[in-house]
């Protein structure tokens, strides 16, 4: 696990910056319920893609008890956890080698994703140069 030019201070902090990610991820992230349309459950011909209810009477619309929530800004993921995976690492996304090597230094706090697009020759060379730092 130690490299030549990483030291075991530099590992441990690491490892403690994992660890709080952890604890920010499972603290603060809460599944919500899904926000799904009126009626969509009782009609097959209504799909589940939410729809604001803009009737006259609608109990949606005026937010009384029991009805269904709203989709507001409040639901939205907090900045912290926007870019983390479950395992609480964000994914970065490989275009070329200078990329793969400015994350190296990074291994335990993110997971490396190659671009979709990019061809089977720089595929292959990039996983090269991923193995050789393992």
């Known amino acids: 696990m130690c490299n030549d030019n990483t030291t075991i201070h530099d590992q441990m ?3 403690i910056c994992i660890s709080i990610i952890i604890n920010i991820f499972y603290c603060l992230y809460v ?15 209504i799909k589940k893609n939410w729809r604001k209810s803009r009737g006259i009477d609608s109990k949606i619309r005026k937010k009384l008890k029991g009805a269904l ?12 956890l926007l870019n ?12 070329n080698n200078n990329d793969n090597k400015i994350i190296s230094n990074f291994k335990p ?21 991923m193995l050789d730092e393992y």
């Open 109 to 129: 706090l993110c997971n490396r994703v190659l671009q979709r697009n990019l061809s089977c020759f720089k595929k292959k060379n990039l996983f090269r140069d």
């Open 84 to 95: 983390l995976n479950n395992c609480g690492k964000k994914i970065i996304i490989i275009n």
């Open 69 to 80: 929530k709203i989709p507001k800004i409040g639901y939205g993921t907090s900045k912290k």
């Open 13 to 15: 902090y690491m490892y």
């Open 31 to 45: 599944m919500k319920k899904a926000f799904i349309r009126l009626n969509s459950k009782r009609l097959k011909r």
